[in-house]
């Protein structure tokens, strides 16, 4: 249904083919979580032992999420952010295993 005053071909004119847009933002998305993992390192090596500190640590030294609307990371971005490098194979398994016996 098209509203009144609205484009009657709007078929025509939107974009279905998003696959390229899919990959930048993924590839987008890998590239956070990478930067997060090395932010992550970077954190242990300065002593801090928990998840917490280690968000705490990022916040602090100003590395916020990535974006527009750059935010500090909450419990639930930063959680989502290393879960990513499992899912998406972007670190090797002993590196994952390290960082969830180290940070749980």
């Not at 005053?5 to 974009?15: F, M, Q, T």
């Not at 990535?66 to 879960?83: C, E, I, Q, V």
């Amino acid at each position: 249904m098209v509203r009144p005053g609205g484009n009657p071909n709007l078929l025509k004119v939107r974009n279905t083919d998003t696959t390229a847009a899919n990959v930048a933002r993924q590839t987008a998305a890998d590239k956070q979580a990478l930067q997060v993992f090395d932010w992550t390192r970077e954190a242990l090596t300065n002593g801090c032992t928990t998840l917490a500190e280690c968000m705490a640590w990022l916040n602090n030294h100003g590395n916020y999420t990535r974006g527009k609307n750059s935010k500090p990371w909450s419990d639930k971005t930063y959680r989502r952010a290393l879960k990513r490098l499992g899912r998406r194979h972007l670190i090797s398994i002993s590196d994952a295993r390290q960082l969830l016996d180290i940070l749980e």
